[in-house]
Nanobody
Framework: QVQVVESGGGSVQSGGSLVLSCAASGAIGRHRCMGWFRQAPGQKREGIARIVTSAGSQLYQLYADSVKGRFTISRDIAKATVYLDMNSLKPEDTAMYYC???????????????WGQGTQVTVSS
């Protein structure tokens, strides 16, 4: 099984920045997509960013409208690590953030099957 562990959450003022990291272990070579999700209290889990890779290179990144232009997802395949660079944070970004790996060959929001435990991000005004 693939294991993923995210870290880097914390508290930040509105307009600030945070970088989340996701360390993956296990056989993830066939898991070409990694993603970030978040869940605020009382809300459904929301996919916010995913990265598609091919032949060891980044192909493209996709973002939810709510974070587009503010968040950047990147992946270091050699280190088996995914990052989420969050800028211009807003109070509505407050949530538990989860990293996930997709099933082999899948990259839709519903294709992620391996999840981290979550890291809390709190943005105050």
């Amino acid at each position: 099984q693939v294991q993923v562990v995210e870290s880097g959450g914390g508290s930040v003022q509105s307009g600030g920045s945070l970088v989340l990291s996701c360390a993956a272990s296990g056989a993830i070579g066939r898991h070409r997509c990694m993603g970030w999700f978040r869940q605020a209290p009382g809300q459904k889990r929301e996919g916010i960013a995913r990265i598609v890779t091919s032949a060891g290179s980044q192909l493209y990144q996709l973002y939810a409208d709510s974070v587009k232009g503010r968040f950047t997802i990147s992946r270091d395949i050699a280190k088996a690590t995914v990052y989420l660079d969050m800028n211009s944070l807003k109070p509505e970004d407050t949530a538990m953030y989860y990293c996930a790996a997709s099933t082999p060959g899948g990259c839709g929001w519903s294709d992620f099957a391996y999840w981290g435990q979550g890291t809390q991000v709190t943005v105050s005004s």
